[in-house]
Antibody, heavy 124, light 107 residues
Framework: QEQLVESGGGVVQPGGSLRLSCAASGFPFSSYAMHWVRQSPGKGLEWVAVISVDGSNTNDAESVKGRLTISRDDSRSTLYLQMNSLRTEDTAVYYC?????????????????WGQGTTVTVSS | DIQMTQSPSTLSASVGDRVTITCRAS??????LAWYQQKPGKAPKLLINKTSRLQTGVPSRFSGSGSGTEFTLTISSLQPDDFATYYCQQYNSFSWTFGQGTMVEIK
């Protein structure tokens, strides 16, 4: 079945780096835009970043600009989030999510397949 | 950036009640509004996309409406499985924003 599995979370000191991975299976990964979404403890959902079907177009939230970078490797069916200059406020569960519809405009329709999440804790 | 404001933040209701959650956008987003349900410790679940399109497998008691800046999610007859937190999410100019969430709790 369609599945996303995140990995790479952990505890890191402020200013440190982590790279999250999201392995996709059960669907044609290269045909879908992909997102990262995070949720701080006890808080709501925050959209983090998106990457288009062919990886040519990305965007991210103002709160992470210049620090978190989304990328994809379609040959490995894997989505990545490179996290640099981490701050305590980046502490959250990070989810990868698939656009609900395939193709160039599919990302407009929301996110229909989600991973189980990976926890990032930024603390000294 | 477009801001999304949900109301109420918390809603107390009983099984069988009709429940309505409102989401307002800080500027027009046409019909690009989705609704999610999230239960504690779980990933969100997409219920509705493009304002009113029910995802496959979502019960028909869920419905969505609206356009422009004001949108609603309605649960026609609340069921025990529906007690959860609900989020709206907008799309505009290759950027997405979630509302702050509405917790639906047992009265």
């Amino acid at each position: 079945q369609e599945q996303l599995v995140e990995s790479g979370g952990g505890v890191v000191q402020p200013g440190g780096s982590l790279r999250l991975s999201c392995a996709a299976s059960g669907f044609p990964f290269s045909s879908y835009a992909m997102h990262w979404v995070r949720q701080s403890p006890g808080k709501g959902l925050e959209w983090v970043a998106v990457i288009s079907v062919d990886g040519s177009n990305t965007n991210d939230a103002e709160s992470v600009k210049g620090r978190l970078t989304i990328s994809r490797d379609d040959s490995r069916s894997t989505l990545y989030l490179q996290m640099n200059s981490l701050r305590t406020e980046d502490t959250a569960v990070y989810y990868c999510a698939r656009a609900a519809v395939g193709g160039v405009t599919g990302a407009y329709y929301g996110m229909d397949v989600w991973g189980q999440g990976t926890t990032v804790t930024v603390s000294s | 950036d477009i801001q999304m404001t949900q109301s109420p933040s918390t809603l107390s209701a009983s099984v069988g009640d009709r429940v309505t959650i409102t989401c307002r956008a800080s500027q027009s987003i046409s019909l690009w509004l989705a609704w999610y349900q999230q239960k504690p410790g779980k990933a969100p679940k997409l219920l509705i996309n493009k304002t009113s399109r029910l995802q496959t497998g979502v019960p028909s008691r869920f419905s969505g409406s609206g356009s422009g800046t004001e949108f609603t999610l309605t649960i026609s007859s609340l069921q025990p499985d529906d007690f959860a937190t609900y989020y709206c999410q907008q799309y505009n100019s290759f950027s997405w924003t979630f509302g702050q969430g509405t917790m639906v709790e047992i009265k």
